[in-house]
């Protein structure tokens, strides 16, 4: 029972949790976006609001919905520009720079190294 509690408590399964949950609220934020902003001036330049009307095939009784996975794949291009711009390049600039601050800064004298250097100096003088 102690093993599962620090596996459930563990940082990485928190962190995967929150992640789903900011993932989940971006994607409702997108979608609302791409429903209530981008659609209807997809209507004001095409004259309908959605394309879900725009290519339905019918054959017999079924029915192919063209327009409809054009919606999905403009709500999912959206989603995944905000990702990649919001979340993908922010995290790789992060990393690039705390990468890059690791390797110049090297290792300088101590303090106790510094104060020797000038009781020395002194000393000479």
Known sequence: ?????????????VEIAVGLVMALALAALIGSLVEHVLMPIVGIIFGQPSFDQVAIIEINESRILL???????VTFLSIAFAVYFFVVKPYNAYK??????????????????????????????
């Open 1 to 13: 029972m102690k093993e599962f509690k620090e596996f459930a408590l563990g940082g990485n399964l």
């Open 96 to 125: 690039a720079r705390v990468a890059s601050g690791e390797e110049e800064a090297p290792a300088g004298p101590s303090e106790l190294d510094l104060l020797t250097e000038i009781r020395d100096a002194l000393a000479r003088n």
């Open 67 to 73: 327009g409809t996975f054009i919606t999905s794949v």
